[in-house]
């Protein structure tokens, strides 16, 4: 795939801080700190829904999914990790990775809309990427 065959979302540039690129996905933070907030998207001109997706590129989506994970649930020492593949707002195909704490705002329900968005402390989230990046093999 010819790198300009892909472009991330306007609103995903806008609402996210880029980590990196796995295989098939980009890896962003979205800019609230009211959670620990991950995206994948992976890097498919046109796709929308998973199944969009090879049945290849299915399976290491689901690997990174979970690599990405496991990463965040490590870092964050969360109680529950939330993980869907919505799109509603934004069309793009991109699965959402959200540590959840029992204390947070928003639990037990969905995150959206209950809390503004809170920007993020520019120290804390580079050690927040550092780490990630550390534990998902992004350097």
């Given at each position: 795939?010819?790198?300009?065959?892909?472009?991330?979302?306007?609103?995903?540039?806008?609402?996210?801080?880029?980590?990196?690129?796995?295989p098939l996905s980009?890896?962003?933070?979205?800019?609230?700190?009211?959670y620990?907030?991950?995206?994948?998207?992976?890097?498919?001109?046109?796709?929308?829904?998973?199944?969009?997706?090879?049945?290849?590129?299915?399976?290491?989506?689901?690997?990174?999914?979970?690599?990405?994970?496991?990463?965040?649930?490590?870092?964050?020492?969360?109680?529950?990790?939330?993980?869907?593949?919505?799109?509603n707002?934004?069309?793009?195909?991109?699965?959402?990775?959200?540590?959840?704490?029992?204390?947070?705002?928003?639990?037990?329900?969905p995150?959206?809309?209950?809390?503004?968005?809170?920007?993020?402390?520019?120290?804390?989230?580079?050690?927040?990427?550092?780490?990630?990046?550390?534990?998902?093999?992004?350097?």
């Amino acid at each position: 795939m010819p790198a300009s065959a892909w472009s991330l979302h306007s609103r995903l540039k806008e609402d996210t801080i880029d980590i990196g690129d796995l295989p098939l996905s980009r890896v962003l933070v979205i800019k609230d700190a009211n959670y620990p907030w991950l995206l994948l998207v992976p890097r498919r001109e046109g796709a929308v829904e998973i199944i969009d997706l090879e049945e290849v590129e299915q399976a290491q989506l689901m690997t990174e999914i979970s690599r990405v994970a496991r990463a965040l649930k490590e870092v964050t020492k969360c109680d529950k990790l939330n993980i869907a593949a919505l799109g509603n707002a934004v069309p793009q195909l991109h699965v959402h990775i959200i540590a959840r704490r029992t204390s947070d705002a928003a639990w037990p329900r969905p995150v959206w809309g209950v809390m503004p968005p809170l920007a993020h402390d520019a120290e804390e989230v580079q050690n927040f990427i550092s780490a990630l990046r550390r534990k998902i093999w992004l350097g």
